[in-house]
């Protein structure tokens, strides 16, 4: 609708704006650790930091994420420009950064790019290890938070139970998050293989570096109820026997103490084997032949691969754990793929509701206006007919009734369909102004 259209049927000049998404931050993607961390913010911060954002004039709604990995804030405003300009300032200012500086590592998105984003988050396809879940979790708490704190309203409240249900879709109907992509992770995988639960099993770390902690880690993690260190260094065993509420022995002790363990992780720097096939073969005998998991991480490898050999021993070395690793990786890859057509899927529908958000209102505005004229209709006509039936009182109710419907029906669809318009919040404000629906409700007028 033209201009000159807009001032011929007298509607004010400047409508109010769409209400639009806009995501301004920065991640391991695009900034160094130091960064991330300098504007990385405490749970207990937040609060303050949301009231501060939604006190910035171009901002009405605001949501923070901040992880490790990332530093985002989620808005919904109706000037996205400003907005950018005004957050990014706030930014520089409260963390005392450079502002130039800032920006060269922040990404600043807006409308459809700005909902594909948050939604591949949601759906950890921008996170570094593809699929993992905890983003989903943070997320939430992050959503969750800012509802708590009054800083959410209508759009970034459906924008992020759309994307929560965006990321369900991706892991009920692909396999992305089902494959380990990681040496620590695959070992947890193939031990489960094998005893199923973890819950009630108990891990031996021959060595206490990186890789025996990272590996710890993810089999406490999956239940792992006791861990035992063992290292040549017994002091630097005992350091990570306590982190995990473990026991630590010396080197030497490990023959006569290899029977307590279920799973076995080495990584030591020994250029010969230190476990091996005989003490393992007791082990067994000690266990009533219950299974072992026997994972070798090192190289050269600290496990004799005689073991292998033995009945209920499994045996497992890096170059194993690797070809797994790759192996899944392109299996989430492949579900990656999947996700991102689910997402292309799901990123219109909510535009598509977020552009109609300036209508809903109107539409139920209209409705009423028209309820309430025909409310007053009936009571003035009922008051001077005193001897209608009660049958004939519902038939006249009945037949007023569907002729609001059938008059609503035509516009109330058509202004759904040209809400979507470029133009369309022309055509909402001119069903306002016609209809009087921001002023007093139109007069009822009687017949001359």
């Not at 639960?197 to 031996?204: N, Q, Y």
């Not at 103490?257 to 082990?283: C, F, M, N, W, Y």
């Not at 067994?284 to 209920?312: E, H, N």
């Amino acid at each position: 609708m033209p201009a000159v259209v807009r001032l011929s049927i007298g509607l004010p000049c400047g409508p109010e704006p769409r209400m639009k998404l806009v995501v301004l931050g920065l991640s391991h993607k695009t900034a160094p650790v130091a960064l991330r961390e300098r504007l990385s913010l405490d749970t207990d911060d937040l609060p303050d930091h949301l009231a501060a954002l939604c006190g910035l004039e171009p901002v009405n709604e605001a949501a923070i994420l901040s992880t490790c990995n990332r530093v985002e804030i989620y808005c919904a405003s109706r000037d996205p420009e400003s907005a950018v300009a005004a957050i990014t300032h706030h930014l520089a200012s409260d963390h005392q950064l450079d502002r130039s500086d800032l920006e060269s590592h922040l990404y600043r998105l807006t409308e459809g790019e700005a909902v594909r984003h948050g939604f591949r988050v949601a759906a950890s396809l921008d996170s570094q290890m593809v699929g993992e879940p905890q983003i989903l979790g943070q997320m939430k708490d992050a959503y969750h938070l800012a509802v708590e704190s009054k800083t959410t309203g209508l759009a970034l409240n459906r924008f992020f139970q759309h994307a929560f249900r965006s990321a369900k879709r991706v892991r009920t109907e692909t396999t992305i998050a089902e494959n380990a992509v990681s040496i620590a992770s695959a070992a947890v995988s193939l031990a489960k293989r094998i005893f199923g639960d973890l819950k009630g099993h108990s891990c031996l770390l021959v060595g206490a570096g990186e890789m025996c902690e990272l590996a710890a880690q993810h089999m406490v993690t999956n239940g792992i109820d006791q861990v035992l260190v063992t290292n040549r260094t017994v002091e630097r065993a005992h350091t990570l026997a306590h982190a995990f509420g473990g026991d630590a022995f010396p080197l030497e002790a490990l023959p006569d103490r290899l029977h307590e363990a279920d799973v076995v992780i080495a990584s030591t720097g020994s250029r010969t084997p230190i476990v091996l096939a005989k003490h393992v073969k007791k082990a067994l005998r000690r266990r009533r032949q219950r299974p072992m998991f026997f994972i070798d991480i090192a190289v050269p490898r600290d496990m004799d691969p005689a073991i292998a050999k033995l009945g209920s021993a499994f045996l497992y070395d890096i170059d194993d754990l690797t070809r797994i690793v790759e192996e899944n990786r392109d299996d989430r890859a492949r579900a990656a793929t999947e996700a991102e057509r689910i997402i292309d899927q799901e990123v219109p529908q909510f535009l598509a509701w977020l552009e109609n958000l300036e209508v809903v209102p109107t539409l139920v505005d209209l409705r009423r206006s028209l309820e309430s004229t025909r409310d007053r209709e009936l009571e003035k006509l009922f008051k001077g007919w005193s001897d209608i039936s009660e049958t004939d009182r519902k038939r006249v109710e009945s037949m007023s009734r569907a002729l609001v419907n059938k008059i609503l029906h035509t516009p109330l669809s058509q202004l759904k369909s040209l809400a979507a318009d470029d133009n369309g919040d022309l055509y909402v404000d001119a069903v306002r102004l016609l209809f009087q629906l921001d002023g007093e409700p139109p007069s009822s007028g009687t017949s001359s």
